[in-house]
Protein backbone atom coordinates (compact mmCIF):
# COMPACT_ATOMS: atom_id res chain seq x y z
CA UNK A 1 0.00 0.00 0.00
CA UNK A 2 1.13 3.57 -0.70
CA UNK A 3 1.82 5.53 1.64
CA UNK A 4 0.40 8.90 1.76
CA UNK A 5 2.84 11.96 1.00
CA UNK A 6 2.85 14.97 3.31
CA UNK A 7 4.47 16.54 0.92
CA UNK A 8 2.26 16.43 -2.37
CA UNK A 9 -0.57 17.31 -0.15
CA UNK A 10 1.19 20.44 1.31
CA UNK A 11 1.87 21.71 -2.43
CA UNK A 12 -1.45 20.58 -3.74
CA UNK A 13 -2.85 23.02 -0.80
CA UNK A 14 -1.06 25.53 -1.50
CA UNK A 15 -1.73 25.63 -4.68
CA UNK A 16 -5.58 26.35 -3.39
CA UNK A 17 -5.39 30.38 -3.11
CA UNK A 18 -7.64 29.91 0.39
CA UNK A 19 -7.47 33.39 1.59
CA UNK A 20 -9.66 33.74 4.51
CA UNK A 21 -12.42 33.61 3.90
CA UNK A 22 -11.93 31.93 0.59
CA UNK A 23 -12.08 28.16 0.07
CA UNK A 24 -10.05 28.38 -3.03
CA UNK A 25 -10.38 24.81 -3.52
CA UNK A 26 -8.79 23.32 -0.56
CA UNK A 27 -11.09 22.00 1.90
CA UNK A 28 -13.03 20.28 -1.63
CA UNK A 29 -9.50 18.83 -1.90
CA UNK A 30 -9.25 17.38 1.49
CA UNK A 31 -12.84 16.37 1.48
CA UNK A 32 -12.09 14.08 -2.05
CA UNK A 33 -8.77 12.46 -0.67
CA UNK A 34 -10.38 11.50 2.98
CA UNK A 35 -13.44 10.38 1.17
CA UNK A 36 -11.26 7.92 -0.31
CA UNK A 37 -9.77 6.58 2.08
CA UNK A 38 -12.61 5.67 4.02
CA UNK A 39 -13.34 8.84 6.33
CA UNK A 40 -17.04 10.08 6.81
CA UNK A 41 -16.60 13.55 5.60
CA UNK A 42 -19.92 16.54 6.20
CA UNK A 43 -19.15 19.99 5.65
CA UNK A 44 -20.35 22.35 8.72
CA UNK A 45 -19.97 25.78 6.54
CA UNK A 46 -21.51 28.59 8.00
CA UNK A 47 -21.89 32.11 7.50
CA UNK A 48 -19.59 32.41 4.37
CA UNK A 49 -17.58 30.38 5.77
CA UNK A 50 -16.36 26.37 4.96
CA UNK A 51 -15.38 24.09 7.26
CA UNK A 52 -14.94 20.26 6.72
CA UNK A 53 -15.48 17.69 9.46
CA UNK A 54 -14.39 13.64 8.66
CA UNK A 55 -14.22 10.77 10.86
CA UNK A 56 -12.96 7.07 10.55
CA UNK A 57 -14.66 4.81 13.01
CA UNK A 58 -17.73 4.47 14.82
CA UNK A 59 -19.07 7.43 16.14
CA UNK A 60 -19.25 8.60 19.64
CA UNK A 61 -16.72 6.29 20.71
CA UNK A 62 -15.44 7.00 23.98
CA UNK A 63 -11.76 6.74 22.66
CA UNK A 64 -11.55 9.27 19.78
CA UNK A 65 -8.55 11.15 19.02
CA UNK A 66 -9.40 14.45 17.28
CA UNK A 67 -6.96 16.96 15.53
CA UNK A 68 -7.72 20.56 14.33
CA UNK A 69 -5.98 22.71 12.13
CA UNK A 70 -7.31 25.18 9.11
CA UNK A 71 -6.77 25.77 5.62
CA UNK A 72 -7.29 29.99 5.13
CA UNK A 73 -4.13 31.91 4.85
CA UNK A 74 -3.51 35.76 5.20
CA UNK A 75 -3.17 37.61 2.23
CA UNK A 76 -0.02 37.84 0.49
CA UNK A 77 0.83 41.38 0.72
CA UNK A 78 3.11 42.83 -1.63
CA UNK A 79 3.14 40.40 -4.52
CA UNK A 80 6.02 42.06 -5.68
CA UNK A 81 8.28 41.39 -2.80
CA UNK A 82 7.87 37.58 -3.37
CA UNK A 83 10.84 35.83 -4.87
CA UNK A 84 8.53 32.79 -5.70
CA UNK A 85 4.90 32.41 -6.23
CA UNK A 86 2.48 32.82 -3.50
CA UNK A 87 0.55 30.21 -4.56
CA UNK A 88 2.81 27.62 -6.73
CA UNK A 89 4.70 26.05 -3.80
CA UNK A 90 7.65 25.77 -5.38
CA UNK A 91 10.55 24.30 -3.52
CA UNK A 92 14.06 24.99 -3.97
CA UNK A 93 16.63 23.31 -1.92
CA UNK A 94 14.81 21.21 0.12
CA UNK A 95 12.49 24.37 0.70
CA UNK A 96 8.92 24.88 -0.32
CA UNK A 97 7.65 28.24 -0.87
CA UNK A 98 4.32 29.27 -0.70
CA UNK A 99 1.40 31.73 1.44
CA UNK A 100 0.39 28.56 4.03
CA UNK A 101 3.57 26.56 3.82
CA UNK A 102 4.25 26.72 7.39
CA UNK A 103 1.04 28.43 9.11
CA UNK A 104 -0.76 25.55 8.41
CA UNK A 105 -1.33 23.83 5.36
CA UNK A 106 1.81 21.42 6.10
CA UNK A 107 0.59 20.97 9.57
CA UNK A 108 -3.50 19.92 7.78
CA UNK A 109 -1.48 17.45 5.16
CA UNK A 110 0.73 15.88 7.78
CA UNK A 111 -2.09 15.27 10.40
CA UNK A 112 -4.16 14.12 7.28
CA UNK A 113 -1.46 11.99 5.45
CA UNK A 114 -0.87 10.27 8.98
CA UNK A 115 -4.38 9.50 9.73
CA UNK A 116 -5.28 8.03 6.67
CA UNK A 117 -1.91 5.81 6.44
CA UNK A 118 -2.71 4.66 10.79
CA UNK A 119 -6.18 3.51 9.62
CA UNK A 120 -5.68 1.82 6.94
CA UNK A 121 -2.15 0.08 7.96
CA UNK A 122 -3.45 -0.62 11.57
CA UNK A 123 -7.55 0.15 12.11
CA UNK A 124 -8.19 1.36 15.80
CA UNK A 125 -10.54 0.23 18.35
CA UNK A 126 -11.61 3.62 18.38
CA UNK A 127 -12.16 6.65 16.01
CA UNK A 128 -9.99 9.36 14.52
CA UNK A 129 -12.19 12.83 13.76
CA UNK A 130 -10.46 15.83 11.56
CA UNK A 131 -12.12 19.25 11.69
CA UNK A 132 -10.50 21.67 9.15
CA UNK A 133 -11.93 25.49 9.55
CA UNK A 134 -11.17 28.00 6.46
CA UNK A 135 -11.86 30.81 9.30
CA UNK A 136 -8.93 30.76 11.70
CA UNK A 137 -6.98 33.69 10.37
CA UNK A 138 -10.20 35.92 9.95
CA UNK A 139 -13.05 36.81 13.00
CA UNK A 140 -13.26 32.84 13.46
CA UNK A 141 -16.61 33.32 14.44
CA UNK A 142 -17.67 30.64 12.17
CA UNK A 143 -14.53 27.97 11.95
CA UNK A 144 -14.07 25.99 14.91
CA UNK A 145 -16.90 27.09 16.29
CA UNK A 146 -19.39 25.97 13.59
CA UNK A 147 -17.63 22.41 13.97
CA UNK A 148 -17.97 22.30 17.38
CA UNK A 149 -21.71 23.29 16.88
CA UNK A 150 -21.72 20.80 14.03
CA UNK A 151 -20.67 17.89 16.47
CA UNK A 152 -22.80 18.87 18.81
CA UNK A 153 -25.90 18.37 17.19
CA UNK A 154 -24.47 15.39 15.06
CA UNK A 155 -23.77 13.45 18.41
CA UNK A 156 -20.48 13.82 17.10
CA UNK A 157 -17.24 14.14 20.29
CA UNK A 158 -13.59 13.98 20.32
CA UNK A 159 -11.56 12.91 23.62
CA UNK A 160 -8.72 14.65 23.19
CA UNK A 161 -7.54 17.06 20.34
CA UNK A 162 -4.40 17.94 19.01
CA UNK A 163 -3.91 21.18 16.90
CA UNK A 164 -1.50 21.40 14.10
CA UNK A 165 -0.16 25.28 14.59
CA UNK A 166 3.64 26.32 14.36
CA UNK A 167 4.41 25.84 17.96
CA UNK A 168 8.35 25.48 17.38
CA UNK A 169 10.50 29.12 17.67
CA UNK A 170 13.70 27.69 16.33
CA UNK A 171 13.57 23.91 15.96
CA UNK A 172 11.60 20.90 15.38
CA UNK A 173 10.64 19.03 19.06
CA UNK A 174 11.25 22.23 20.88
CA UNK A 175 7.79 23.50 22.48
CA UNK A 176 4.40 22.15 23.03
CA UNK A 177 1.25 24.61 23.92
CA UNK A 178 -0.62 23.54 26.76
CA UNK A 179 -2.81 26.89 26.81
CA UNK A 180 -2.86 30.00 25.12
CA UNK A 181 -3.14 33.95 27.08
CA UNK A 182 -6.90 35.49 26.58
CA UNK A 183 -7.04 38.55 23.77
CA UNK A 184 -8.64 41.75 24.59
CA UNK A 185 -8.17 44.82 22.79
CA UNK A 186 -10.28 48.13 24.23
CA UNK A 187 -10.92 51.22 22.08
CA UNK A 188 -11.23 54.60 23.83
CA UNK A 189 -12.94 57.94 22.65
CA UNK A 190 -12.30 61.07 24.86
CA UNK A 191 -14.40 64.13 23.70
CA UNK A 192 -13.81 67.26 25.21
CA UNK A 193 -14.32 71.25 24.19
CA UNK A 194 -12.62 72.51 20.53
CA UNK A 195 -10.92 75.86 21.46
CA UNK A 196 -7.89 77.89 20.04
CA UNK A 197 -4.88 77.03 21.18
CA UNK A 198 -4.26 80.30 22.59
CA UNK A 199 -7.28 80.51 24.55
CA UNK A 200 -6.74 76.91 26.29
CA UNK A 201 -8.80 77.86 29.35
CA UNK A 202 -11.65 78.01 26.69
CA UNK A 203 -11.26 74.99 25.66
CA UNK A 204 -11.21 71.03 27.54
CA UNK A 205 -8.64 69.48 25.72
CA UNK A 206 -9.29 65.13 25.30
CA UNK A 207 -5.62 64.90 24.33
CA UNK A 208 -3.95 65.78 27.96
CA UNK A 209 -7.16 63.28 29.11
CA UNK A 210 -6.13 60.83 26.75
CA UNK A 211 -2.78 61.02 27.41
CA UNK A 212 -3.03 60.55 31.16
CA UNK A 213 -4.77 57.65 30.30
CA UNK A 214 -2.94 56.04 28.17
CA UNK A 215 -0.17 56.67 31.01
CA UNK A 216 -2.23 55.25 33.72
CA UNK A 217 -2.93 51.75 31.57
CA UNK A 218 0.28 51.49 30.41
CA UNK A 219 2.06 51.54 33.86
CA UNK A 220 0.00 49.88 35.60
CA UNK A 221 1.23 46.38 36.08
CA UNK A 222 -1.46 43.65 35.77
CA UNK A 223 0.07 40.87 37.31
CA UNK A 224 3.99 39.05 37.91
CA UNK A 225 3.07 35.85 36.32
CA UNK A 226 1.37 32.36 37.50
CA UNK A 227 2.84 28.87 37.39
CA UNK A 228 2.20 28.34 34.03
CA UNK A 229 1.95 32.15 32.29
CA UNK A 230 4.49 34.59 31.52
CA UNK A 231 3.28 38.22 33.10
CA UNK A 232 0.27 39.92 31.44
CA UNK A 233 0.73 43.09 29.18
CA UNK A 234 -1.13 45.63 27.95
CA UNK A 235 -0.03 48.05 24.66
CA UNK A 236 -0.97 50.88 23.70
CA UNK A 237 -1.23 49.92 19.88
CA UNK A 238 -2.98 53.39 18.03
CA UNK A 239 -3.51 56.88 19.46
CA UNK A 240 -5.45 59.05 16.91
CA UNK A 241 -6.68 62.45 16.68
CA UNK A 242 -6.52 63.64 12.82
CA UNK A 243 -5.93 67.18 13.37
CA UNK A 244 -3.73 69.03 10.85
CA UNK A 245 -4.13 72.73 12.70
CA UNK A 246 -2.06 73.72 15.34
CA UNK A 247 -3.85 76.56 16.31
CA UNK A 248 -7.14 74.54 17.05
CA UNK A 249 -7.17 72.36 20.55
CA UNK A 250 -9.48 69.42 19.23
CA UNK A 251 -12.97 68.46 20.16
CA UNK A 252 -12.01 64.32 20.21
CA UNK A 253 -9.36 61.81 20.83
CA UNK A 254 -9.12 57.91 19.97
CA UNK A 255 -7.08 55.27 21.36
CA UNK A 256 -6.61 51.30 21.51
CA UNK A 257 -4.74 49.07 23.59
CA UNK A 258 -4.58 45.10 23.45
CA UNK A 259 -4.31 43.01 26.40
CA UNK A 260 -2.71 39.25 26.47
CA UNK A 261 -3.50 37.93 29.52
CA UNK A 262 -2.95 34.91 31.85
CA UNK A 263 -5.11 32.93 34.04
CA UNK A 264 -5.15 35.33 36.93
CA UNK A 265 -8.35 37.72 34.94
CA UNK A 266 -10.79 37.59 32.73
CA UNK A 267 -12.01 39.16 30.06
CA UNK A 268 -14.55 40.93 32.44
CA UNK A 269 -12.50 41.37 34.84
CA UNK A 270 -10.29 43.29 32.92
CA UNK A 271 -13.04 45.74 31.61
CA UNK A 272 -14.29 46.10 34.76
CA UNK A 273 -10.94 48.18 35.71
CA UNK A 274 -10.85 49.28 32.35
CA UNK A 275 -13.78 51.37 32.82
CA UNK A 276 -13.08 52.45 35.63
CA UNK A 277 -9.82 54.14 35.08
CA UNK A 278 -11.83 55.86 32.22
CA UNK A 279 -14.33 57.03 34.61
CA UNK A 280 -12.10 58.57 37.29
CA UNK A 281 -10.39 60.67 34.21
CA UNK A 282 -13.90 61.79 33.12
CA UNK A 283 -14.76 62.34 36.74
CA UNK A 284 -11.12 64.68 36.99
CA UNK A 285 -10.86 66.17 33.80
CA UNK A 286 -14.43 66.48 33.24
CA UNK A 287 -14.27 64.62 29.61
CA UNK A 288 -17.01 62.28 28.22
CA UNK A 289 -14.55 58.84 28.09
CA UNK A 290 -16.72 55.85 25.84
CA UNK A 291 -15.25 52.78 25.61
CA UNK A 292 -15.18 49.84 23.48
CA UNK A 293 -14.00 46.15 24.08
CA UNK A 294 -13.91 43.15 22.22
CA UNK A 295 -12.93 39.69 24.12
CA UNK A 296 -11.14 37.51 21.32
CA UNK A 297 -10.58 34.68 23.74
CA UNK A 298 -10.18 33.74 27.63
CA UNK A 299 -7.06 32.35 28.79
CA UNK A 300 -6.73 28.67 29.62
CA UNK A 301 -4.88 25.78 30.38
CA UNK A 302 -4.58 22.01 29.98
CA UNK A 303 -2.92 20.82 32.76
CA UNK A 304 0.32 18.54 32.20
CA UNK A 305 -1.02 15.40 31.69
CA UNK A 306 -2.25 12.29 29.95
CA UNK A 307 -2.06 14.22 26.96
CA UNK A 308 0.63 16.27 27.18
CA UNK A 309 3.06 13.15 27.98
CA UNK A 310 1.62 11.61 25.39
CA UNK A 311 2.85 14.23 22.51
CA UNK A 312 5.88 14.78 24.58
CA UNK A 313 6.96 11.05 24.43
CA UNK A 314 6.11 10.74 21.10
CA UNK A 315 7.73 14.14 20.12
CA UNK A 316 10.92 13.35 21.97
CA UNK A 317 11.39 9.75 20.20
CA UNK A 318 11.05 11.23 16.63
CA UNK A 319 13.40 14.35 17.37
CA UNK A 320 15.83 13.57 20.36
CA UNK A 321 14.32 16.65 21.69
CA UNK A 322 12.83 16.95 24.99
CA UNK A 323 10.01 19.36 24.30
CA UNK A 324 8.97 22.53 26.78
CA UNK A 325 5.59 22.73 27.49
CA UNK A 326 4.76 26.41 26.84
CA UNK A 327 1.74 28.92 26.77
CA UNK A 328 3.42 31.82 24.77
CA UNK A 329 2.58 33.28 21.64
CA UNK A 330 -0.89 34.95 20.65
CA UNK A 331 -4.65 33.07 20.41
CA UNK A 332 -5.24 29.51 18.01
CA UNK A 333 -8.73 28.36 18.04
CA UNK A 334 -7.56 25.32 20.76
CA UNK A 335 -9.25 28.41 22.59
CA UNK A 336 -12.71 27.01 21.51
CA UNK A 337 -11.75 23.18 21.59
CA UNK A 338 -10.71 23.81 25.70
CA UNK A 339 -14.31 23.75 26.48
CA UNK A 340 -14.96 20.53 23.99
CA UNK A 341 -12.27 17.70 25.46
CA UNK A 342 -8.65 18.76 26.65
CA UNK A 343 -6.44 20.13 23.61
CA UNK A 344 -2.85 20.63 23.51
CA UNK A 345 -0.78 22.17 20.19
CA UNK A 346 2.45 20.79 18.22
CA UNK A 347 3.75 21.49 15.24
CA UNK A 348 6.33 23.10 12.83
CA UNK A 349 8.96 25.50 13.19
CA UNK A 350 6.63 28.84 12.92
CA UNK A 351 9.35 31.54 11.96
CA UNK A 352 8.68 32.48 8.45
CA UNK A 353 4.50 32.37 9.02
CA UNK A 354 2.84 35.43 7.73
CA UNK A 355 5.94 36.54 6.02
CA UNK A 356 6.96 37.72 2.42
CA UNK A 357 8.45 34.31 0.93
CA UNK A 358 6.73 31.62 3.80
CA UNK A 359 8.67 28.43 3.09
CA UNK A 360 8.84 24.85 5.04
CA UNK A 361 12.01 22.52 4.94
CA UNK A 362 10.09 19.46 3.10
CA UNK A 363 12.32 16.92 5.34
CA UNK A 364 10.33 18.85 8.51
CA UNK A 365 6.93 17.78 7.05
CA UNK A 366 7.91 14.14 6.50
CA UNK A 367 8.86 14.51 10.23
CA UNK A 368 5.93 15.93 11.40
CA UNK A 369 3.96 13.14 9.65
CA UNK A 370 6.04 10.63 11.44
CA UNK A 371 5.45 12.56 14.75
CA UNK A 372 1.31 12.41 14.56
CA UNK A 373 1.70 8.73 13.45
CA UNK A 374 3.96 7.93 16.53
CA UNK A 375 0.87 9.90 18.67
CA UNK A 376 -1.82 7.57 17.03
CA UNK A 377 -0.02 4.79 17.61
CA UNK A 378 0.46 5.33 21.01
CA UNK A 379 -2.72 6.65 22.01
CA UNK A 380 -4.81 3.67 20.60
CA UNK A 381 -1.71 1.09 21.78
Given at each position: MTATDPVQLTADLIRCPSVTPQEGGALVLLERVLTEAGFSCARADRGGVCNLFARWGDKGHDRTFGFNGHTDVVPVGDADAWTRDPFGAEVVDGVMYGRGATDMKSGVAAFAAAAIDFVRQTPPDGAVVLAITGDEEGDAIDGTT??????????????????????????????????????????FTVTGVQGHSAYPHRANNPLTGMARLMDRLARHTLDEGSAHFDASTLAIVTIDTGNPATNVIPAQSRAAVNIRFNELHSGASLTDWLQGEADRLSEELGLRVEMEVKISGESFITPPGALSDLVSAAVQTETNQLPELSTTGGTSDARFIKAHCPVVEFGLVGKTMHQVDECVEVAQIHQLKSIYTRILQDYFA
Open positions: ALLDHMEAAGERMSVCLVGEPTCPNHMGEMIKIGRRGSMTAW
